[in-house]
């Protein structure tokens, strides 16, 4: 498995690569990649890692798993490739986008332009076998993933902690609250968004908090 990241999460990360469960996780995701089909793909793995380095990260937003349907999953959680249709939980994030902030609501569920502008759109598991959801949970992935979360709230100042669904919110535990600001709902799944995601406008209030603190806000 190649670690294809900017080099501002490498140096940051270096102690956990040298890892023994580290070196485990590359062994499992290298032989996955050869012996199923796996997604996103694998020059994608690294990819929030890839266009959000550590200086610019602004905005945190935690999903579980990448999607497991053919040409969705590109490495930033909740994000798909153009061109593919909206997942549901997206296209609740997009109606609540409307609501809050007068987005117009889009069919172009790629959501490069937030990572260039520092939305950092991780997933706690990083790869999935295809049509299996949390086939590669417990893997190592959580143990890698929760050391970024925290190394983001010790690294950085007043960053935008989006946590949607229990999932994402037990992560709250890893980052320091008195120096970032942790916004907590629902998930925006159809199961779950009408009982408490509509309605919190988590993109008006992120800005809102990045302009108390002299950053430029994000378009979202």
């Not at 992560?171 to 509509?198: E, T």
Request: charged share 20%; with cysteine.
């Amino acid at each position: 498995m190649e670690v294809k990241m900017n080099n501002s999460w490498k140096r940051v990360l270096q102690t956990e690569f040298d890892k023994a469960y580290f070196g485990e996780l590359a062994e499992f995701v290298k032989q996955a990649y050869k012996e199923h089909t796996v997604y996103p793909p694998e020059k994608n793995l690294f990819e929030a890692f890839e266009l959000t380095p550590l200086e610019q990260v602004k905005v945190v937003i935690l999903g579980q798993d990448p999607y497991h349907g053919p040409n969705q999953a590109h490495g930033l959680c909740f994000s798909v490739n153009e061109g593919i249709t909206l997942p549901p939980s997206l296209r609740n994030i997009f109606k609540e986008r409307e609501s809050d902030v007068g987005v117009p609501y889009t069919t172009n569920g790629n959501l490069i332009h937030w990572a260039k502008q520092g939305v950092f759109m991780l997933n706690a598991t990083l790869t999935v076998e295809a049509s299996k959801a949390g086939s590669h949970q417990k893997k190592g992935w959580e143990v890698f993933t929760d050391s970024v979360i925290q190394t983001i709230s010790q690294e950085k100042e007043h960053v935008v902690f989006i946590l949607w669904g229990a999932y994402a919110q037990k992560k709250a535990s890893l980052i320091d609250s008195q120096k970032h600001l942790i916004l907590k709902a629902v998930h925006p799944s159809p199961l779950s968004a009408h009982r408490g995601f509509f309605g919190t406008k988590p993109f008006s209030q992120t800005n809102t908090f990045l302009e108390s603190h002299q950053q430029t806000p994000i378009a979202w």
